[in-house]
């Protein structure tokens, strides 16, 4: 197969993986850790609503989140490599770039306190980059 084809392929499965990992962090957080939360995010019916209740979301909710979209890059740049197979790291460097912007378009969407903004933005595409460098088969 063309490693065209295969790169993007697995830039494809390592989004996927990257958004499996992210659901499963944010389910635990807002059923296990945090179940107030999440039963309050559940009745959210519009933006407004979900404005007021990420004003009062605490830290420690925030930080799973963010651990759940590091864990979810590196594991998303794994299997965009492995399946890309095409130079070092370089499927995992496209997904990072396409998770950063997916990261931007959802901090926009619903706005997180400024120090989610800035790390969130510093973990996906290193997180994506390493998990890639990682898969490497030489």
Same mark, same amino acid.
């Given at each position: ?51 007021? !209740? $990420?004003?009062?979301? +605490? ?7 963010? #651990?759940?979209?590091?864990? =979810? /890059?590196?594991? &998303? ?30 901090? !926009? $969407?619903?706005?997180? +306190? ?7 933005? #510093?973990?996906?595409?290193? =997180? /994506?980059?390493? &998990? ?7």
């Amino acid at each position: 197969m063309n490693t065209r084809v295969r790169n993007i392929l697995g830039i494809i499965a390592g989004f996927i993986a990257t958004s499996a990992v992210m659901m499963l962090f944010e389910g635990i957080n807002g059923h296990v850790i945090y179940p107030e939360l999440g039963a309050a995010a559940a009745q959210v019916k519009d933006a407004a609503a979900m404005r007021a !209740l $990420m004003a009062n979301v +605490p830290a420690g909710a925030m930080a799973v989140v963010l #651990l759940g979209w590091a864990v =979810g /890059a590196f594991v &998303g740049g794994w299997v965009a490599q492995r399946i890309g197979r095409g130079d070092a790291g370089r499927a995992g460097l496209m997904l990072g770039l396409l998770l950063t912007a997916a990261g931007i378009a959802n901090n !926009l $969407m619903i706005p997180p +306190p400024m120090w989610f903004w800035i790390a969130g933005m #510093l973990v996906l595409l290193p =997180g /994506a980059w390493l &998990g890639a460098r990682t898969a490497v088969t030489r």
